[in-house]
């Protein structure tokens, strides 16, 4: 019989069965559940719906919810949607709640989850968000589900899922300085496209993969989605142990998974990486895929550096490198994902310069933690393109309307070809600064 | 809730990739569907993120709504071409697309999340076809889908086409959707 691949075995293990085969239809134990501001509103009314009343969610240890989609506005029902984020907390006195105004607020949701410690090998997370694919680079199986699906699990504390197969992506080589995973992603989703992995989980293996930190690990996982995948998973080594365990707060056992030698994939593709050259995705499309050095010169009226996927203390480091001393030429927006990243903008330093300093000396503008523009959110939001204007950005959907105005255009790519580019006001090779 | 046998009404015409932020764009998400208020605003803003010319296809710039009512569209099925509902896990697109009034999607095939809300929250039920019906048919145009059989006549030209069987979430869809299923099948306990 041959072996289950990661994904797999981490599945049947949550259905108590000994092995699933792809295609297979199964319930399993939820480990975690996350919903946030936009979500977390219709989740609460299905749960109360069908429950009760009084009912109770299935273990108060295992619901997490973060607030993080439209937090800085003034919108009325927005801020309203928060309230019922924390009327359902006191009513089911919730211990892992990260509430808007309070030290405990984080942003972006899936961030906030690896940094807080609730993404754990082995484990089976779910999220009423499409980029909870995000925590697969953890080692665990991470999908995106809807309200109804949340609202059950809240009261059962199971789901029912179909077994995908396994498509797996091996990077050999090592990512030269100019290079980053949102390179190796929108290559891959350019490659197999915005459909190309639909039901199915996307596996990432190789010394290319295994150098990266969790930060860029996270990336490439949480991009899955784009290709229209299930799940993103990469299986656990001693990066992940210790990114794991020194935030591991909460003391949690969790037991590490690894698929199995003779895992049957269901298709493979090898990448080298020095043969990879910088990567950007054309509107309206994350699969539009052109290299950067095909569309050198093209004008640009904004730069937007954010997002779960692109607003990292590893995107900024990046984008740091090329901004520091320089002045930009376009709107250029800053927004780390979470206020831990916000703290290490202040404290970590570049040429005896902090991370902000340089962003604020090069004439860019720094936002909150939160999801901010990256799906557009109410109209006075931080970044928003309320035109149609062309902007490029590190996040991962350029679909119409996404950022904002439908007739707006976005190009996807890495903090270092959008900080190249924000520098000269039209779309620039990164590998230009590193002569 | 039990299935119909029948399905029948205009038809409203998209191409492919119709993501989550066409279907309802972020800036309307913060009504909250629990409140049935605010459940029908989300029937207002169906499809506002489709751009003009890929709206009502094969001319396009046709209105998924029309001036008797801004809520529920004139249009019962909507069939689109591949990958439809990409993007986002918002349940807050299949429930646009009910409170305005579609009762089925036709498509080649769906993105994942889509699906699983459409049929899980029981909003919609998500057609198959193994060929690209979208090219075939006109907005407009009146069909009659019928389940038993899994067909969908073309009543404005007389045309019949085959729908895919609805596989191994049929159970789901006939019990009415993932609360009523598990109740059936024993995973839940029925509510009193
Ligand atoms: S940052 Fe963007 S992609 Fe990430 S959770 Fe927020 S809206 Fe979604």
């Known amino acids: ?435 | 809730m039990s299935l119909p046998e029948i399905i029948r009404g205009k038809v409203y015409i998209l191409g492919d990739n119709v993501d989550t932020d066409q279907i309802i764009p972020a800036q309307y998400l913060t009504y909250n569907p629990a409140i049935p208020e605010e459940y029908r605003q989300f029937g207002k803003y169906a499809l506002i993120g489709v751009p003009g010319a890929q709206g009502g296809l094969p001319k396009g710039h046709i209105p998924f709504h029309d001036a008797t009512d801004d809520f529920v569209s004139p249009y019962t099925i909507l069939i689109g071409g591949k990958n439809f509902g990409c993007g986002s896990s918002r349940e807050h697109a299949p429930i646009a697309l009910n409170a305005a009034g579609i009762k089925a999607v036709i498509a080649e095939f769906y993105a994942r999340i889509f699906f699983r809300n459409a049929v899980n929250g029981g909003y919609l039920i998500p057609f198959e076809t193994p060929f690209r019906l979208c090219d075939k048919v006109c907005t407009g145009d009146m069909l009659r889908i019928e389940l038993a059989s899994s067909t969908v006549v073309n009543e404005t030209t007389g045309e019949v086409f085959h729908l895919r069987p609805l596989g191994d979430v049929a159970p789901i869809i006939e019990a009415g959707g993932l609360f009523p299923y598990a109740e059936k099948t024993g995973m839940l306990s029925p509510k009193s």
Request: net charge negative.
């Open chain 1, 1 to 435: 019989m041959a072996g289950m691949t990661l994904t797999e075995k981490i599945l049947a293990k949550h259905a108590q069965r000994d092995r699933v085969a792809p295609g297979e239809n199964i319930w399993v134990d939820v480990d975690v559940l996350m919903t946030h501001d936009v979500c977390g509103p219709g989740t609460i009314g299905v749960f109360h719906k069908q429950f009760g009343k009084n009912a109770k969610v299935w273990d108060r240890d295992k619901v997490v919810i973060i607030p993080d989609h439209y937090i800085f506005t003034a919108d009325a029902m927005a801020n309203r949607n928060v309230d019922v984020l924390r009327a359902f907390v006191k009513e089911q006195n919730l211990p892992h709640f990260y509430d808007v105004g309070t030290d405990r607020y984080k942003g972006v949701c899936h961030i906030a989850l690896a940094e807080e410690g609730h993404t754990r090998p082995g484990e089976v997370l779910l999220g009423t968000d499409s980029h909870t694919c995000n925590a697969g680079a953890f080692g665990e199986f991470a999908t995106g589900i809807g309200n109804t699906d949340a609202g059950f699990v809240m009261g059962t504390g199971k789901l029912w899922l179909k077994t995908p197969p396994t498509m797996r992506f091996v990077f050999h080589g090592e990512l030269p300085p100019w290079l980053m995973a949102k390179d190796m992603i929108l290559s891959v989703i350019g490659d197999i496209g915005c459909d190309g992995a639909t039901y199915k989980a996307m596996e990432f293996d190789g010394p290319g993969v295994y150098s990266l930190n969790m930060e860029e690990r996270m990336t490439l996982c949480n991009m899955v989605i784009e290709a229209g995948g299930k799940n993103g998973v990469i299986a656990p080594d001693q990066v992940t142990l210790d990114y794991v365990n020194a935030r591991n707060k909460l003391g949690k056992k969790y037991e590490v998974v690894k698929g199995d030698p003779d895992a049957t994939f269901e298709f493979e593709k090898v990448y080298d990486l020095a043969k990879l050259k910088p990567v950007i995705a054309k509107p309206h499309s994350p699969d539009n895929k052109a290299f950067v050095d095909e569309l050198v010169g093209m004008r640009l009226d904004r730069a937007y550096i954010g997002s779960c996927t692109g607003g990292k203390i590893t995107d900024f480091r990046a984008a740091a490198k090329i901004l520091n001393g320089n002045t930009v030429k376009i709107d250029t927006f800053i927004v780390p994902a979470t206020t831990e990243i916000a703290k290490n903008l202040k404290t970590e330093t570049l040429d005896g310069k902090t991370l902000e300093q340089v962003f604020l000396n090069a004439g860019a503008k720094i936002g909150e933690a939160s999801c901010a523009a990256c799906l557009g959110g109410p109209a006075d939001t931080f970044g928003r393109l309320n035109s149609a204007i062309r902007c490029i950005s590190t996040t991962n959907r350029n679909f119409p309307g996404r950022m904002g105005n439908k007739e707006a255009e976005v190009f996807l790519a890495s903090p270092l070809t959008v900080a190249a580019s924000a520098l000269n006001g039209f779309i620039t090779d990164p590998r230009e600064y590193f002569a």
